[in-house]
């Protein structure tokens, strides 16, 4: 493989020796086998392929100063894809068969957990699909789930950047009672338009608004979006946006660290009053904000004034980190160790 340059690793994908795979067939999983090819045989009627059933996760696994090699809430992520193949109508991956799967896909990817003290990380994808052929619409019989990894470096080189998001009205991510809460691919491919269309008019990413009413913020991009005002962390609550393990950890540090928290509907113009905003996902942990602009209304919302993100943003980015590369106590319980 050439040894790989740890310090400046993309976010992106590198190959690795080996993927887990695993079939549900005759209703029942079998055992998880050992892959070296990046390429999947796959049925060319697979309802993955036609109906969208087809869900995935993402995490991540640090090496520890102390050389060993620790993964971030797993169990958190399982219980995500169940919901997610529960919502769209798939075979359910058993929580022990994830573990078991990523575990492994881990220990046979030594090699490429980046060393301590890199910035980079080891970041794990179990995927699922509908694999077995439908032409009428309806859910499959069989089902894949994969589980590949690879290294990836800092989302953002050389510290953590604010960036600037675009308010978009034209485009829904998600339906109130749709996939909005599963993490499933339909729900970022319809993110998409919205998205290039961001990216091509000089912004990080788009922000979405509900989609009954577009008064409240929802999802920030693929993202949650949290704001900050008066010592308190306030995130949205809605019936669309999928519920994100970074975000649901860094409410409960803000707690630990004497910040409040909501969990409520946040209407647009709130945008105002918060002295601090980010979005929060596995990739990045936080983005911070510098700008949120409203084409639509015309309105420019501003954050990060000196090109600094927010000092709580700060102080829930680090102490988040720190339990995960395991340079700070992991009073939570949220790391296990891969033996």
Not at 15 to 28: A, E, L, Q, S, V
Not at 242 to 263: C, F, V, Y
Not at 283 to 295: Q, R, S
Not at 307 to 326: C, D, F, H, S, W
Request: proline residues 6%; contains cysteine; glycine residues 10%.
């Amino acid at each position: 493989m050439g040894t790989l340059d740890w310090k400046n690793l993309p976010f992106g994908y590198i190959k690795t020796d080996f993927n887990i795979r695993c079939h549900y067939k005759d209703g029942k999983w079998g055992k998880p086998e050992v892959s070296q090819s990046e390429y999947i045989d796959i049925h060319i009627a697979a309802t993955g392929l036609h109906y969208g059933q087809e869900a995935f996760e993402g995490l991540k696994a640090y090496m520890g100063k102390d050389g060993k090699i620790r993964v971030f809430r797993w169990d958190e992520n399982a219980s995500r894809l169940i919901s997610s193949a529960n919502g769209i109508k798939m075979a359910p991956v058993p929580a022990e068969l994830f573990r078991e799967a990523i575990f492994q896909a881990i220990n046979l990817n030594k090699k490429f957990v980046p060393p301590f003290g890199s910035g980079a990380s080891l970041y794990v994808r179990p995927l699922l699909y509908g694999s077995g052929a439908e032409v009428g619409v309806k859910p499959a019989s069989e089902y894949t789930f994969i589980v590949f990894v690879t290294p990836v470096g800092p989302y953002f080189k050389g510290g953590v950047k604010p960036v600037n998001m675009m308010i978009c009205r034209d485009v829904d991510r998600a339906a109130p009672l749709g996939t909005g809460i599963y993490k499933v691919g339909g729900n970022y491919a319809a993110s998409l338009r919205a998205l290039v269309a961001a990216k091509e008019s000089g912004y990080g990413s788009a922000l979405f608004l509900d989609a009954r009413e577009k008064k409240y913020i929802d999802e920030c991009g693929p993202a949650n979006f949290y704001g900050i005002k008066n010592n308190t962390y306030i995130t949205p609550k809605s019936e669309s946006i999928l519920g994100s393990i970074t975000n649901k950890s860094l409410i409960q540090l803000a707690g630990s660290l004497g910040i409040k928290t909501e969990r409520r509907q946040v209407p647009v113009e709130e945008l105002a009053e918060f002295s601090e905003t980010g979005a929060c996902g596995t990739a990045a942990v936080i983005t911070p904000i510098g700008k949120i602009v409203d084409p639509e209304k015309n309105k420019i919302y501003e954050y990060c004034k000196d090109g600094k993100p927010g000092e709580l943003t700060m102080k829930l980015y680090n102490k988040l980190v720190g339990i995960q590369i395991g340079d700070m106590p992991d009073e939570f319980g949220w790391m296990t160790v891969v033996e």
